[in-house]
């Protein structure tokens, strides 16, 4: 279709200020949505863009004036019913009339057995402005939406309310709805600076209204003038930001048009733990904290207004005098919470409600040091650092009962290492309880020694199987105590870690099923949910039908890496190996009972099972000598079907030759299940 055919189309929709958290996600399914409607509305479109403040959500393309043309059929009757004695009948006229095609013209087309009368035409073709009258409304409507809102007596509901909408068309005002608000020549500005409405015309007109308004519809730009402009700011006093990534996508989309500007605070409150400052600052304010070049904290912070306006040094003292009240109490808490070493909070925890059903945090720490004396001689922990460790639990969780974790949660294991470090405790306790979380995410950093790796390790254990044995479990995108995320630090500890050794995470888990009186279903449930999430953070690295052969075998994961690398180097020859297992597989499922001992009869029966023994009784490690021995097995097993009725009519043969069977298979899956590949 020429370009002359095509005009342009511009949606503006206003609304209350949207959360920071949605206004990204919301771009995204407005622009998706639209482009689809359009689609499905034969319009073509190119050069479309989208952009999302607080206050609007905006599309513009360039989109054909007018529907593709399409053909449709349309069925009419029966031909039996359409003519008598080859007279059309007056349901045959009428048919031909309502459709606009000649009786001549009409088709034949048979359906389910049956002919029909049928008729081509070509289907209504609309303008893009008649189309764009509801396109607004239906898109809204359609959208996914994290949570919604009523605002008037219509059911009307989305995000926020919905407050103003434009339609353009080149320079025509197009009329439409949405959501109960009717469309008009007009926009807003930021709320600070512009909160008139300004009359548009034309899409021209609306990028100047927008820049007079005082509102960067790009987000992009909007964090890039917070990035330049605070580090110039910090620059001023010598220091530098360190932008955190989730607090400048939040503050460059709580502001239309962003004035980041310089604030400060009394050097007394340095004094403060950083991390409770840095708290204070990025999560309860979000204020960007300034640093020196060693990275301490310098008494400065760079905050964003929204617009510009003319009293921007009021706006500066009230941000800092909010600071500094917040900042005093914290100062008043941590020097209450010194008044006292953080293992004296130890037998409050006694009263502290972990979850209603599994009891209080002092439960939990009992069920740990409980798990840890039945695998004591797993670890082979020094007589030292065996005390470091019991110390470590019984201090893990001490930072809840603190006033500075009560004012500031999200400081808990962080405060209590500092507190810890402050009492004098070792520097590996210390450790322990500030990467009690860790690691929460894929690349995260990991523990760095034994008693931090093995406290994390038996707190996620117990708080999986605990869970589980209660029936709480992740359902669909339902997971209220985060437990997929515990489920990947327990997978990660166990396969980068070496603290399991050369035990497994089932051993470990059946051990922890039992603490909570659960059993084997337990167990399995969620060793499946640990191996999922093991998967689902290496599915990058590895095919996905790799990861789930190797660990639906149990071994210990620090050897992870080395069965993946050995089935990668020997796939293209495992093929047969492949087709042997599935076969042996298939039959031997018929077996009835299984006995200790095999008595063979001499000749290929016995010859399999020698080598079956063989390759079963390979090094547990040394795969390679199990492949070899996969080498000499595989011929005679292709001459055991060839020579031997595995079926035999008699019970008890059959039966031995099933159990033979059962062994082979079991040596073939040793190490890998070939049916996942």
């Given at each position: ?40 509305a034969r319009l073509d479109f190119t050069h479309e863009s989208v952009w999302c403040t607080p206050r609007r959500l905006g599309f513009q393309a360039r989109v054909a004036a007018f529907q593709t043309p399409q053909q ?144 960067e519809a790009d987000g992009q730009r909007r964090r890039q003038v917070i990035v330049e402009e605070g580090m110039r700011l910090a620059r001023s006093v010598g220091g530098h930001i360190d932008f955190d990534v989730d ?212 707190d996620r254990v117990d708080t999986l199987t605990a869970f589980y044995s209660v029936d709480i479990r992740p359902s669909g995108s339902e997971d209220p105590f985060g437990l997929r995320r515990v489920a990947l630090g ?188």
């Amino acid at each position: 279709m020429p370009k002359s055919k095509y005009r342009e189309l511009l949606i503006e929709v206003g609304v209350e200020e949207i959360p920071s958290r949605y206004v990204e996600s919301l771009a995204a399914d407005f622009l998706q949505g639209v482009k689809e409607h359009l689609t499905r509305a034969r319009l073509d479109f190119t050069h479309e863009s989208v952009w999302c403040t607080p206050r609007r959500l905006g599309f513009q393309a360039r989109v054909a004036a007018f529907q593709t043309p399409q053909q449709e059929v349309v069925r009419g009757p029966a031909v039996a019913v359409g003519w008598q004695d080859g007279v059309p009948t007056p349901a045959l006229v009428g048919f031909a009339r309502r459709v606009g095609v000649s009786i001549e013209a009409l088709d034949r087309q048979m359906v389910g057995g049956n002919e029909y009368v049928t008729a081509t035409r070509a289907k209504p073709v609309a303008s893009v402005e008649a189309i764009a009258q509801s396109l607004v409304e239906e898109v809204l409507s359609a959208m996914p939406k994290p949570r919604t809102m009523r605002w008037d007596e219509s059911d009307a509901r989305f995000v926020r309310p919905v407050r103003w909408l434009l339609l353009l068309l080149d320079n025509v005002v197009v009329h439409g709805d949405a959501l109960g608000v009717a469309s008009a020549g007009k926009t807003f500005g930021n709320r600070t600076d512009h909160p008139e409405p300004i009359v548009v015309g034309s899409v021209a007109e609306y990028w100047k209204a927008l820049e007079a308004g005082r509102v960067e519809a790009d987000g992009q730009r909007r964090r890039q003038v917070i990035v330049e402009e605070g580090m110039r700011l910090a620059r001023s006093v010598g220091g530098h930001i360190d932008f955190d990534v989730d607090l400048l996508e939040e503050v460059a989309n709580l502001v239309e048009w962003p004035t980041p500007f310089l604030g400060t605070f009394s050097a007394e409150f340095l004094q403060i733990p950083a991390p409770i400052l840095v708290t204070s600052m990025r999560v309860h304010q979000r204020y960007f904290p300034v640093r020196n070049e060693a990275g301490a904290l310098l008494p400065y912070f760079v905050a964003v207004r929204n617009g510009v306006g003319d009293s921007l040094d009021l706006v500066r003292h009230g941000n800092e005098k909010v600071l500094r009240a917040r900042l005093s109490d914290a100062q008043y808490f941590f020097s209450k919470d010194r008044q006292r070493r953080l293992i004296d909070h130890a037998p409050e925890l006694a009263q502290v409600t972990w979850h209603a059903r599994l009891g209080t945090y002092q439960d939990k720490i009992n069920r740990i040091k409980s798990l840890f004396t039945e695998t004591k001689a797993w670890w082979g922990l020094e007589s030292t650092v065996e005390q470091l460790f019991l110390r470590s639990v019984d201090l893990y969780k001490c930072d809840l009962l603190t006033q500075v974790v009560s004012e500031f949660p999200e400081l808990q294991g962080e405060m209590g290492a500092i507190y810890a470090r402050l009492d004098g405790e070792d520097s590996r306790v210390v450790e322990a309880i500030a990467d009690q979380y860790r690691p929460a995410f894929a690349d995260d950093r990991l523990p760095p020694n034994t008693v931090a790796q093995l406290l994390g390790l038996l707190d996620r254990v117990d708080t999986l199987t605990a869970f589980y044995s209660v029936d709480i479990r992740p359902s669909g995108s339902e997971d209220p105590f985060g437990l997929r995320r515990v489920a990947l630090g327990l997978a990660l500890l166990a396969a980068q870690t070496p603290i399991l050794g050369d035990h497994t995470i089932t051993e470990l888990l059946t051990v922890a099923a039992r603490q909570t009186a659960s059993g084997q279903e337990v167990m399995k449930a969620v060793r499946s949910l640990v191996v999922a999430r093991l998967i689902s953070v290496m599915e990058t690295r590895w095919p996905v039908e790799f990861l789930e052969s190797v660990l639906a075998r149990d071994f210990p994961w620090r050897r992870l890496h080395e069965r993946l690398t050995f089935l990668q180097e020997h796939r293209s020859q495992a093929e047969v190996v492949i087709t042997a297992y599935k076969r042996v597989k298939r039959i031997a499922r018929h077996i009835v009972t299984k006995s200790a001992a095999l008595d063979l009869e001499a000749g290929i029966e016995s010859e399999l099972g020698a080598a079956a023994r063989q390759a079963l009784a390979a090094e547990e490690n040394d795969l390679q000598a199990w492949w070899d021995a996969i080498g000499q097995l595989l011929p005679l097993i292709a001459q055991f079907f060839a020579e031997v009725l595995v079926m035999d009519p008699d019970p008890n043969v059959r039966n031995r030759r099933l159990a033979l069977l059962l062994d082979v298979q079991q040596a073939l899956g040793r190490y890998f299940d070939w049916e996942l590949l």
